[in-house]
């Protein structure tokens, strides 16, 4: 041992406690020479052996005591390495570049392996990727978690500066601060933890209601005395699914019924895609139409009360997409299953004379009127506005309507109306709304309820007003600070509703012939040519519309097409291919066609024609924007298609935009849709 070699610090001082004693002592011993000379002779014989002793014990023994400390230290380290091996949490050290250096045999059992190998770390764990290695200096901890076959962990990784050890290394050196690191990795086994987390997610509790559609309208067609048998039959059958499904059902009214299930049972239903709601639909007794019902569940929420809520807001919006559907909301957002029947027709009209008759009264109460349906506006947008302009005319209130760029297709339309208004002040753009708008303007949408998709979206945060006029089905999208919100997804098209309203409004509403005009061709348009969701009340506002100066010849001279866009439609035609035996696919170019858009959609509706076809989608690569218009006759519902992709519409009639795709990605979106769709039964 080397006799240089010293203690330091606290052990030092520990060790001369004997010789600062010793020198104590001696003085003790001058004091005591003072005092008798005898005891001073003796007490120093006694520091002098004492003082003797303790030099032979410090040369002899520090060498021996240094020796035993050195070999308690390498037994500590090697006792730390052990326990770090034998530790059951798995743990390893990896260099900068993610490298295994070193690992615990806890960490080997986990990958499976006798021996620590020098590879990166996603060889065994693919989601530990570059991104999560906390190699940066202002970069100290990294988490993540992941699976690993049935096992669920949770990774915790450590920067390990080496800054301080290269500086007080004997045997690196480094020309300036070394900005090296160690990345510490640990994983934490949390199956247990996961396994009882969703064990106790499955047995939360889902709320739900259940009405039933069209329970009056059955009952009308059976007899009288087997009427109490229809309605016994279908709670029957509804008390006894969810009973098997270990449920509570609880009837609220005739028609109504309220019920509570456990997620796992849920997600069994979801699976089965609600198949209640084609069971339901077996139940007959003679009715001559089947009872469709609507179901809203409410799961996911921090309470019962706000899984309640979830459970009428989509209930709220089943009904408004038509019925005859089960919608699921959560906190992840909302599933649709069923919708794939059209919604029946209402004999009554009730309901169009009660919004007739609001919408008289909000409109007589504000000094101005703006009419906006959705970008691009088509022959329906502008057919049921100027049906609104006339009702607030006729309520002697200033009116205008919001349209920024007049297509082609609506120029003719357009052109007729303002020369028989003699007033080209009616349409005005963006800019000219928002300076017109105020605390007290009407706002009228038409023919949309997406906010973000109408004319001038930012007109609805401006007006406290608003009023919605629409046939399409409603989504997750709504307009939801609406005054008077009028949404009837079985009618035809907004012209055919804003020609209802007009009949009851008590002002005496008188439309003009270029008036009726207009929204006699936006029924022709959307109906396309009165064969597709024409119903008896589509056929009686048109009879109205004829009354009132309607001409089917000055319409269909407006709604000729360029010649242009009839080569246009034909080439689509010729460039379309058949998917899967039953649809029809085509993809096209704007090209020379004036207005591609619509070009496309009358080109599905040509598609439909084909023998064997259930859908029709025509793409078109237009504006750095593709639309996709999708038409289906009946036993498809396109309106399903098309949400899946971001877009809505009608069960029959739907469309989306899509934008940051080409069209090649944007076909072949929609065709890995339809496969998914179908394996799923949802089409």
């Given at each position: ?6 203690f ?16 104590f002592?001696?003085l ?86 006798n021996?620590?190998e ?6 065994y ?34 920067r ?7 500086e ?11 900005q090296?690191c160690?990345?510490a ?17 499955k047995?939360?509790?889902?709320v ?11 009952l ?19 008390n ?16 109504k ?105 909000l409109?007589?109460?504000k ?41 082609g ?10 020369e ?14 928002m300076?017109?708008a ?7 949408v038409?023919d ?45 098209s ?8 007009t009949q ?5 509403v ?12 936006g ?38 097409d ?9 080439l ?16 096209t ?21 084909i023998?064997?076809?259930k859908?029709?989608f ?12 999708a038409?289906?006759m ?20 739907a469309?989306v ?22 394996e799923?039964?949802?089409?």
């Amino acid at each position: 041992m080397n006799k240089n070699l010293r203690f330091k610090g606290r052990l030092r001082l520990y060790m001369a406690m004997p010789l600062w004693f010793g020198l104590f002592l001696a003085l003790i011993d001058v004091a005591l020479y003072l005092v008798d000379m005898k005891v001073g002779i003796i007490m120093s014989c006694f520091t002098l052996i004492y003082l003797i002793v303790f030099l032979l014990m410090d040369r002899f023994n520090k060498p021996i005591m240094i020796n035993e400390m050195v070999s308690f230290a390498t037994q500590y380290g090697q006792i730390q390495k052990s326990l770090l091996r034998d530790l059951e949490l798995p743990n390893a050290l990896l260099d900068h570049e993610g490298r295994i250096v070193w690992a615990n045999a806890a960490f080997l059992q986990v990958i499976g392996k006798n021996k620590a190998e020098y590879k990166q770390i996603g060889t065994y764990f693919p989601e530990i990727t570059e991104e999560y290695l906390p190699v940066k200096a202002d970069m100290n901890e990294a988490e993540l978690e992941f699976q690993l076959e049935d096992r669920d962990f949770r990774a915790k990784l450590k920067r390990v500066p080496l800054d301080e050890m290269v500086e007080n290394s004997d045997i690196f050196e480094s020309d300036g601060p070394y900005q090296g690191c160690l990345i510490a990795l640990y994983l934490f086994d949390n199956t247990a933890l996961k396994l009882a987390i969703r064990e106790n997610d499955k047995q939360s509790l889902a709320v739900g209601l259940l009405y039933l559609d069209n329970y009056e309208e059955a009952l009308d067609s059976v007899e009288e005395v087997r009427r109490s048998l229809l309605g016994a039959l279908i709670e029957r059958k509804i008390n006894k699914y969810f009973a098997s499904m270990d449920g509570i059902v609880r009837k609220t009214e005739k028609d109504k019924f309220f019920f509570v299930i456990r997620k796992e049972a849920l997600q069994e239903i979801q699976a089965n895609r609600f198949d209640l709601l084609e069971d339901v639909k077996t139940v007959t007794i003679g009715n001559e139409m089947s009872v469709t019902i609507s179901i809203g569940v409410g799961v996911g929420g921090l309470s019962y009360a706000q899984n309640y809520e979830y459970a009428r807001t989509s209930m709220d919006l089943a009904l408004g997409r038509g019925g005859d559907q089960a919608i699921v909301k959560s906190n992840d957002g909302m599933k649709y299953y069923g919708g794939k029947s059209q919604r029946m027709e209402k004999n009554t009209r009730v309901k169009a004379r009660v919004k007739a008759q609001a919408l008289k009264e909000l409109i007589s109460t504000k000094d101005r009127v703006l009419i906006m349906g959705h970008r691009m506006t088509d022959e329906d947008a502008f057919g049921a506005g100027v049906g609104i302009f006339r009702v607030a005319k006729a309520l002697g209130r200033n009116v205008n309507i919001v349209i920024n760029d007049i297509s082609g297709s609506i120029r003719p339309m357009v052109d007729h109306f303002l020369e028989s208004e003699k007033d080209n002040s009616i349409i005005i753009n963006n800019s000219q709304a928002m300076e017109l708008a105020g605390a007290n303007t009407c706002l009228v949408v038409v023919d949309v309820n997406k906010p973000s998709i109408t004319e001038c979206p930012e007109l609805l945060k401006v007006c406290r007003t608003i009023v919605v006029l629409d046939h399409h089905r409603q989504g997750e999208e709504t307009i939801e600070n609406a005054t008077l919100s009028y949404i009837e997804s079985y009618a035809s098209s907004a012209c055919e509703m804003v020609a209802e309203i007009t009949q009851y409004i008590e002002s005496g509403v008188k439309l003009t012939s270029a008036e009726a005009d207009c929204l006699y061709s936006g029924m022709v348009i959307d109906t396309n040519n009165f064969t597709n969701k024409a119903g008896v009340r589509t056929f009686e506002a048109a009879a109205y519309l004829r009354r009132s100066g309607a001409d089917v010849t000055r319409v269909r001279k407006m709604l000729r097409d360029d010649v242009s866009d009839y080569r246009a439609k034909a080439l689509v035609i010729s460039k379309a291919a058949i998917y899967k035996d039953i649809f029809a696919i085509a993809a096209t170019q704007a090209g020379e066609a004036h207005n591609p858009t619509i070009v496309g959609a009358q080109a599905a509706n040509e598609l439909l024609g084909i023998s064997g076809i259930k859908a029709s989608f025509v793409l078109t690569d237009y504006n750095q924007t593709i639309y996709i218009s999708a038409r289906s006759m009946d036993e498809i519902n396109v309106q399903i298609i098309m949400e899946r992709l971001g877009g809505g519409g009608h069960l029959n009639v739907a469309a989306v935009q899509m934008q940051g795709v080409s069209l090649t990605e944007a076909e072949e979106t929609l065709k890995a849709t339809l496969d998914e769709m179908q394996e799923e039964g949802a089409i």
